[in-house]
């Protein structure tokens, strides 16, 4: 059974920084690509990042572009998404997605389609 957590969310003010992690099981991590998506009250899910499966390729949404950074180690089946210099507009929830190893592509890999198994999500809420 496959399992994706993610954790490392919570409450951070403007310019602060944060780290989440994604730990899979179940899977062989290192032939999925993995992928962080977040999802604001009201809005439709977006795709944050997202990197091959052997992190030798990544693509960032341009609003987070410069300020995060997207990570895995495979001999720990875990990825990380590492915040900096956060904007209330980050806030929201923030999903860890495993898509099975394929041609990737920044249209591809930020959106949804291609992703089969799914977290429950962490939470991130920047103040002002």
């Known amino acids: 059974q496959v399992q994706v957590v993610e954790s490392g969310g919570g409450l951070v003010q403007a310019g602060g920084s944060l780290r989440l992690s994604c730990s899979a099981s179940?899977?062989?991590?290192?032939?999925?690509?993995m992928g962080w998506f977040r999802q604001a009250p009201g809005k439709e899910r977006e795709g944050v990042s997202c990197?091959?499966?052997?992190?030798?390729?990544?693509y960032y949404a341009d609003s987070v572009k410069g300020r995060f950074t997207i990570s895995r180690d495979n001999a720990v089946n875990t990825l990380y998404l590492q915040m900096n210099s956060l904007k209330p507009e980050d806030t929201g929830m923030y999903y860890c997605a495993a898509a099975p190893r394929q041609m990737l592509t920044y249209k591809i890999g930020l959106g949804p389609k291609i992703y089969k198994y799914w977290g429950q999500g962490t939470q991130v809420t920047v103040s002002s």
């Open positions: 990197i091959s499966w052997s992190g030798g390729v990544t």
């Open positions: 179940g899977l062989t991590f290192g032939e999925y690509i």
